[in-house]
């Protein structure tokens, strides 16, 4: 079984494979054992387990995983790295030369027990991939990324700050977003020109099944996201379209909360309790 998370082995094999990593597809592959430790460590792998990896590329991190979980299920859009990891014909690894935003997750279902996720995530689609699996959030049981250092600290922001917008509060919504560690640029190969973080999302189980009894999920977020349409507009003239303006001014300030607000001074708890008294 290979090793690839060494410089030379990585490079020699690529080279083999007469493959240059492709900017166009994020292709930065992870060349440092501690980090991959890390990782590995993060996401607890059982032989019980069954892990998705989504964008496997090479097998830097495949290769280890599939030594401690049941099943790895790999998807991989590369046709090059999809065909050379399924022609190792290991039995604990299901490989998908598929984009995994066309990926049908309903194959998941059907394993009937929740999966652990591990992903470097392409830094082009970070919030497209985070988006999917937050509303498959079902099927999961721990989600463990390497993204962009950038996009970990825009989840982690919080109301009246710069960062903080309709996706920070979108994530926070679904889980509980934690970085576990920093990554520098030297653990690539080719080096990336922005840093990375391993990043935790533990979803947030008991919240969501309460919630979902309470309120209409799909509305509630429509609602969030027209209040964060203009952000340099007040919430009261952005959301005037759901009710009165009246109503809404007194909804405000039963909940204390200053008519002149913008969606970005507003918490995801002052979102849900705003959504609650106007619906």
Known sequence: MRTLYKPKDLIDYLSSLNIRPKKTLSQNFLIDKNILDKIIKATDISKDDVVLEIGSGPGVVTFEIIKKAKKVIAVELDDIFAKNLKDEKIDNLDVYNENFLKFDLDLLKKLNKKIKVISSVPYHVTSFIITKLLKHHFLFS??????????AEKLLAKKDSKQYGYFSLFVNFYAEVKILTNISRG????????????????????FLDNTKKEIDIEKFFHFVKTAFSQRRKKLLSLIKTFSSKDKILEILDELDIDANVRAENLSLDNFLALYKKLF
Request: one cysteine or more; aromatic letters at 6%.
């Open 142 to 151: 721990k989600i463990i990324l390497i993204i962009q250092k950038e996009m």
């Open 187 to 206: 653990c690539f190969f080719p080096k990336p020109k922005v840093d990375s973080v391993i990043l935790e999302l533990k979803i947030k189980d008991n």
